[in-house]
């Protein structure tokens, strides 16, 4: 990566616009773009996304796409939808809170994830950025509820590997 010089490219999502960016990045010395690709471009922009990588390539740059805000577990102020189709596979704080990001351990998120990385294949993207992978970021002014994830597939892994129920605090 020594010498390499890019940008993050998030939001549009007018091709025509775009290629006139990417013109103007690649002259600025960029070799490389990330683009973002969203729960919501999944849903109405694939092609856009393929538009997008392929401008970029043809600027001589690689494409990068992040998982900008996916599940509510990978950084990015992108809504997810998967969090509310799916609110029985959201994270519990320690106390049991509802919280609005899935559950690493639960299918209702990989499942979308499997579906991203396909995407991002189909995109002919070079790399896939996982872009801040967390569990959910818990306001520090509720100093009741400290952390996640306690869910009851959590609970049960948690359970299994240690012998043990897994605590509240
Ligand atoms: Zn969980």
Known sequence: MAGERGFSYFGNRYPTHARDD????????????????????LAWNPGTIRDLVAATHRQGMTAWLDSWGAGGVFGGEAASYAVM????????????????AR????????????????????SDATIV???????FILRPQRS??????????????????????????
Do not use: Y
Not at 22 to 41: N, S, W
Not at 146 to 169: D, E, I, K, N, Q
């Open 22 to 41: 990417l013109r103007a990045m690649a002259g600025a010395g960029a070799t490389f773009v990330v683009h973002v690709m969203t729960e919501e471009d």
């Open 85 to 100: 189709a799916h609110p029985g596979a959201c994270q519990k704080t320690n106390l049991g809170k509802h919280q609005p």
């Open 103 to 122: 559950c690493p351990r639960q299918p209702a998120l990989r499942d979308p994830i499997a579906r991203w990385l396909d995407a991002a294949v189909a």
């Open 129 to 135: 950025l996982w872009d801040e992978p967390h569990l």
């Open 144 to 169: 009741d509820l400290r952390w996640s994830c306690r869910c009851a597939r959590c609970r049960r892994a948690f359970l299994r590997r240690h012998g043990v129920p897994m605590p509240t605090l």
